[in-house]
Structure formats: C-alpha cells, structure tokens
C-alpha cells in the first residue's frame, strides 16, 4: 500500500492553536501569560513541581510536536499514578519552542517568573538549547534536553539525553562503507549548529573508512525548494547523500529527491529521521534511505510495545504518529524520575550529581547515562515503504 501523509510544507502549525495550551494540567488553561496569573499561580499548592515543557509546535520542527506533546503527557499521568516525583505531583504546561528565538526565550522568562516553572524539559533545535540554556542558569532551574543532537553539552545545568554522532553517525557510515561500499559523500543540513557540529564529526568518521566529502552545503530552515540543491547533488555524483535536515524540511527535500529520480541510484543515510518524517516523506520516495536511532516503532522490544499500548489507549488509534523524536519527552520525564529517586531531593546541585550517571527505563528501553553521555539500544535500518526495517544493533 502506497501513502502519503501531508505534513505542512512550509514550516506551519503542526497542532491547532486549540491545543497549544500553557498548562495541560489544568482544565481552564487558555494558553496566555500575564503578570496578574501569579497569584493564582501560588494557590496552586506549594506541593506541586511545575515542569515547563519547551516543545517545538510551530516552523520546520513542528512535525514532532503532537507526539512529543502526548508522550509528555502520557509520561506525566504514569507517573502522577505512582505518587508523583519524591511525593509530589507534576504540573505540565506545553510552551511552543518554535518561532524566533527571542520570542521563545522571552516565553521561558515568563514561565520562571509568572508560571513558577521548577524545571525545563525540552525537544527544539539545538540553536533554541544554546539560548535557553542561558535563561536556565541564570535562574538555577535545572534543564532536561531530550532529542538526537550534536553532543558535547557541557553547560552546567543542562543534562542532554539525546543520540550523539559518535554512536548514531559513524557505526552507519562505517556498514555503508564495508557492505555498499560507499565511498563518495555529499552533506546536506540545515544551517544550525547542530548540522554545523555533526557534520564536523561525520567527515572524521568518512576519513576513518577511506571516503572523501564531494560536496556539502547548509540550507535555511524552512527552504522548500530543493532544486538546487538536488542538482548540485546529480554534479557531485556520490554515492551516498547524508542528511541533517529537520522536520518539515526534511519532508520536503526527501520527497524532491525521490521524484527526482535520485533515489533510485543514489543512497542516503538521514539524521533525525524517525517513523514520523518517514509517514510524510511517503512510500514512493523513501528507496535506498537509511538511519539509525535509538529508537523505532517495530523494533519489538516489551518496553516498546507496552509504551505503544500506553500510547493508544491514552489518545485513541488515530492519535499522532510515534516517532523517535517526538516520543523522547517521555524519556526525559522518566529519565527525571530516576534522577531525583537517585538524588533523593529536587535541589540543582544533587540533581545534576546523580543524573551524570544514572540508569533509567523508558520506551527505549534501559538507558544507561555515564559521566552525563547516554547509551542506549541504537539501531540501523532502512526505509521500507512507509515502514522501517531493522538491519541490525549497532
């Protein structure tokens, strides 16, 4: 069966303004920040941790932003249902993470002061971390980044739990060079630092297996026509295109390059690619296209299928597609969860020592962070219609 599912082109609102509520606790949340909230704010209850969740719904990433909002959500009841965190209940409120960047870390300036947010847990562009960070630390509020990224987050503060190229980029450029022999490689990304950053350690993991970089280039978020590219793409000849295009760009250069033909002769090998970008990206376009990820919808695993089962039973059978990125604020929320049973306390200061190395479960399944660096199950596979097919562990 053949199919496409339509994901907004040019970077639009993938959720209903109806639905980008601020506080998705509470049945009178209307979504607008005001200085005269703060007093009822406070009735809330000093027992409560208000964790502000910073989610791209809104511009090229806001394909993940359904999932990730419901992931959030679904994690936030399981644990409530437990008895919350160290006894006390979670408070979510949604904040879109979209849009331009000041706008963003103007809302997270709100959240800390009019909201009371306690903690940050975020899935945005790595350009939206660099900012946000700041605000962060400022304030002492303890910040919890979720999806792949470009590793070496350092900030103290900050506990990034996302894929890294170090274990997601080089095990697949080296199968691609051992079993398709690739040898010429072309990098195409959007222009931000987390393309920047993984594309500077992808070159050293091409060199490591005799390959050579025949072309790179950096494309504005939100550019949606790819004709250019794609010829440039047809001069170079490579063998193999790596991809670090986001979201609806994604989408949009992947469908142009399987119209195109290139698909038929030429591999790719795609960053933050998951089920989601694969269902809008559709079947006729997806040949010869691989990723790897911590995380895919078939890879059979019981922590998986129960979190699916969760999932549906939450949100109903036509709920937004999972996906590896949009489900990794529910790993943010448990990896939380195991952080603060470990540290025994909420404080900045013990939170961050125990979440340098701690061992957490989630959809995933058993993710292990050592000296602030998760590990977890990574796998290879390769686009199959509208599905993936898992190669192998790597």
Avoid at 114 to 139: N, Q
Avoid at 259 to 275: I, K, N
Avoid at 276 to 283: D, R, S
Avoid at 365 to 389: S, W, Y
Wanted: some cysteine; overall charge neutral; charged content about 20%.
């Amino acid at each position: 069966m053949r199919a496409t599912v339509n994901f907004p082109a040019h970077g639009g609102p993938a959720l209903p303004p109806s639905l980008l509520f601020r506080n998705l606790s509470s049945s009178a949340a209307d979504g607008v920040l005001s200085p005269s909230d703060h007093a009822l704010f406070r009735r809330r209850g000093a027992n409560k941790l208000r964790i502000g969740g910073f989610i791209c719904c809104t511009g090229s990433p806001g394909v993940w932003g359904p999932c990730a909002t419901n992931s959030a959500q679904l994690a936030v009841a399981e644990i409530n249902k437990r008895g919350g965190i160290l006894g006390r209940e979670i408070e979510l409120s949604i904040y879109d993470a979209g849009g331009p960047l000041d706008e963003v870390l103007n809302r997270a300036e709100q959240a800390i002061a009019f909201d009371e947010v306690d903690l940050i847990v975020g899935l945005h562009t790595s350009a939206v971390r660099v900012g946000l960070r700041d605000v962060t630390t400022r304030h002492r509020i303890p910040y919890i980044y979720t999806p792949v990224y470009e590793g070496g987050e350092r900030t103290p503060g900050v506990m990034a739990i996302g894929e890294t190229p170090r274990w997601q980029s080089r095990p697949s450029i080296h199968w691609l060079a051992d079993v398709k022999k690739a040898k010429r490689w072309y990098l195409i990304g959007s222009d931000y630092v987390w393309p920047w950053q993984s594309h500077r350690a992808v070159k050293n993991y091409i060199k490591e297996t005799g390959g050579h970089v025949v072309g790179e280039e950096f494309v504005p978020l939100g550019e949606d026509n790819h004709e250019a590219h794609l010829a440039r793409i047809r001069a170079a000849r490579p063998d193999v295109v790596l991809i670090s295009l986001i979201g609806t760009d994604s989408i949009t250069f992947n469908r142009a390059f399987g119209e195109c033909g290139l698909g038929a002769t030429t591999l790719r090998l795609a960053g933050a690619m998951d089920d989601t970008v694969l269902l809008g990206i559709g079947a006729d376009n997806s040949e010869n296209m691989f990723c790897a990820s911590g995380y895919f919808i078939g890879t059979g695993a019981r922590a998986n299928d129960d979190f699916q089962s969760r999932y549906r039973a939450m949100f109903g059978p036509n709920a937004p597609p999972i996906g590896s990125v949009g489900q990794s604020s529910y790993e943010g929320l448990r990896f939380l969860e195991a952080v603060a049973n470990k540290a025994g306390s909420l404080s900045m200061g013990p939170l961050l020592a125990a979440g340098r190395n701690v061992v957490y479960s989630g959809a995933r399944g058993q993710v292990a962070v050592r000296n602030g660096h998760a590990r977890m199950p990574m796998h290879l596979a390769e686009a199959d219609g509208l599905d993936f097919k898992l190669i192998k562990p790597i």
